[in-house]
């Protein structure tokens, strides 16, 4: 496995993005008027504390390197479990070994922050992310399996992103798009495949792609393999494209499902798995190929169709 395949700047870029969009002040002040979540501070003065130590986090979510540390460690120094504060510092850490541990910490706090019914009760637990006291928590989860890739323990990665679903089965960070590659680039197709089966109506296309990925794998090139190639391919044709192309990926704060946006964060999430099933982009590029020659086809046909209704047999194309 190898992280800078996939590009650990980028993955450090969407996690600063993330939590620019996710830390939301309003909110995070919100939460502590929650009389359990108030409960867990002893008295009005660390409360108050508190909510000021999140005032700075957040205004170093948008701040340069510079001033987002400052900002940070002010705010641990108001209150030493304040958890978007080792987020921040996480993000503009240069070192992703220094980094994952700034994401343990913040883990650590921001489960602190919680009640510990949110991880018993039944009803709770697939409702993070929907509560807006959770997302901090969230966020670090994802954090860390990014961390966690990028210094090569794919095996805590994989850990991370199960969590991740099992306190959120909806899934809004987009787990299941990290987590289904993953799984084919070390060799747990079965789990994969239960991953995606877990999500048929999703409507992006990674799945799509890893779900040809493992028939490739376990059948190669047959017409099973490429019919579902072919689906892959019309969700979206870009990803081919970026297959074959040495470039790196343009990472964008959003994408858009069939667009070459989504192809970029594809290519981020799959590349590995890819490289990892020896003659599986030889043969997407070539039936990408196909479909290309056949489209161009069916154009054509398209073409003389409304020529022959109109009576200009002069633009009928052979």
């Given at each position: 496995m190898d992280p800078c395949r996939t590009g650990p700047t980028v993955l450090r870029e969407s996690n600063a993005v993330m939590v620019a969009n996710a830390f939301q002040l309003a909110n995070?002040?919100?939460?502590?008027?929650?009389?359990?979540?108030?409960?867990?501070?002893?008295?009005?003065?660390?409360?108050?504390?508190?909510?000021?130590?999140?005032?700075?986090?957040?205004?170093?979510?948008?701040?340069?390197?510079?001033?987002?540390?400052?900002?940070?460690?002010?705010?641990?120094?108001?209150?030493?479990?304040?958890?978007?504060?080792?987020?921040?510092?996480?993000?503009?850490?240069?070192?992703?070994?220094?980094?994952?541990?700034?994401?343990?910490?913040?883990?650590?706090?921001?489960?602190?922050?919680?009640?510990?019914?949110?991880?018993?009760?039944?009803?709770?637990?697939?409702?993070?992310?929907?509560?807006?006291?959770?997302?901090?928590?969230?966020?670090?989860?994802?954090?860390?399996?990014?961390?966690?890739?990028?210094?090569?323990?794919?095996k805590e990665a994989i850990e991370s992103y199960y969590e991740m679903l099992r306190l959120n089965p909806n899934d809004n960070l987009g787990a299941r798009w990290m987590l289904a590659p993953l799984l084919v680039e070390v060799s747990r197709d079965a789990e994969a495949e239960a991953l995606i089966g877990s999500y048929a109506e999703d409507y992006a296309s990674t799945l799509a792609y890893v779900k040809a990925l493992i028939s490739f794998r376990r059948f190669g090139p047959d017409e099973r393999s490429a019919r579902y190639m072919r689906e892959a391919i019309g969700r979206n044709p870009f990803v081919p494209v970026l297959f074959g192309d040495d470039k790196p990926p343009c990472y964008s704060d959003y994408f858009v499902v069939g667009e070459m946006s989504e192809a970029d964060a594809m290519l981020i999430s799959m590349r590995a798995a890819w490289d990892e099933s020896p003659g599986s982009i030889e043969w997407l590029l070539e039936l990408a190929?196909?479909?290309?020659?056949?489209?161009?086809?069916?154009?054509?046909?398209?073409?003389?169709?409304k020529a022959l209704k109109r009576g200009d047999y002069g633009r009928i194309v052979a």
């Open positions: 995070s002040c919100v939460c502590f008027k929650d009389p359990e979540i108030a409960a867990l501070y002893p008295n009005s003065t660390l409360l108050d504390l508190a909510i000021k130590a999140k005032k700075h986090a957040c205004a170093a979510r948008t701040a340069d390197k510079t001033s987002a540390e400052r900002l940070a460690k002010r705010a641990l120094n108001l209150d030493p479990n304040c958890a978007e504060a080792y987020l921040v510092l996480a993000i503009h850490n240069d070192n992703w070994w220094t980094s994952k541990r700034m994401v343990r910490y913040g883990l650590q706090a921001a489960k602190l922050s919680l009640p510990p019914s949110y991880f018993e009760e039944p009803g709770q637990i697939g409702n993070f992310w929907h509560l807006l006291e959770t997302r901090t928590y969230m966020i670090g989860l994802a954090m860390l399996a990014d961390a966690c890739y990028a210094t090569r323990d794919p190929q196909q479909v290309r020659i056949e489209q161009q086809a069916q154009a054509k046909r398209a073409l003389s169709y």
